[in-house]
């Protein structure tokens, strides 16, 4: 009889993160407690210490995970395409779909940030405005070549950026749209806020 294989160490952390993100969806951050998330993982609530400092280290993860995928996801819509209006269009039709698709974990990322510590809300938020540069320079190039048109570039990137995460606040697997029908839907709208 073959012995039980044991979780990896990865596997575990990877689990407690899982758990984590659907605690946080359902309690809010301070609702949830660490015997939650060891529950969720199927683990005893120590061995949520044997793999993270915190319930706030688990945020912070999560968060930081998050701001990292969607920096590198914008940075890519940009990538390869000199035209600002193409750039736009591809930037925001993969936000949108992003945030449709990752609806839960996105929703602990952008309404949970309070509950993280000074140190950590700082690097998500030098996070965060990375993101915002690369969609503010898309609008201000693409204003400068005369193919956009928006008296507040700033304005307007910050904008789109808000009605893009307000997805995940809103959208559902039962929505009654597809993450690519939302996608295309918020692109449309990005261009004409933009004055494509």
């Known amino acids: 009889m073959a012995a039980a294989r044991q979780p990896s160490p990865t596997d575990a952390r990877e689990r ?10 359902v309690r809010g951050f301070h609702g949830t407690t660490t015997r ?3 529950a969720g993982a199927g683990m005893s ?14 945020l912070h993860l999560i968060s930081r995970e998050g701001h990292l995928r969607t920096l590198a996801l914008v940075e890519a819509a940009v990538a390869g395409r000199d035209d600002p209006v193409a750039q ?18 996105a929703r602990v990322i952008n309404y949970e940030m309070a509950a993280l510590s000074a140190e950590h809300l700082a690097e998500i938020m030098d996070l965060r405005r990375r ?12 204003v400068a070549a005369g193919v ?7 304005m307007t990137a910050t904008a789109l950026l808000s009605l893009g995460i307000d997805v995940a606040r809103w959208y559902r697997d ?6 690519e029908q939302v996608a295309a839907h ?5 261009l004409r806020m933009a004055g494509a």
């Open 16 to 25: 407690l993160l899982e758990a984590a993100v659907a605690a946080f969806a």
């Open 36 to 38: 939650d998330i060891a």
């Open 45 to 58: 609530p120590a061995a949520l210490y044997v793999h993270h400092r915190s319930k706030e280290e688990l």
């Open 88 to 105: 736009l269009t591809v930037l925001v039709e993969e936000f949108v779909r992003h945030h449709a698709l990752t609806h839960t974990t």
């Open 131 to 142: 993101i915002d540069a690369v969609v503010r320079d898309v609008i201000e190039r693409g």
């Open 148 to 154: 956009l048109a928006t008296p507040h570039p700033a």
């Open 174 to 179: 039962d929505a009654g749209w597809t993450p």
């Open 186 to 190: 918020y692109r449309d709208l990005a």
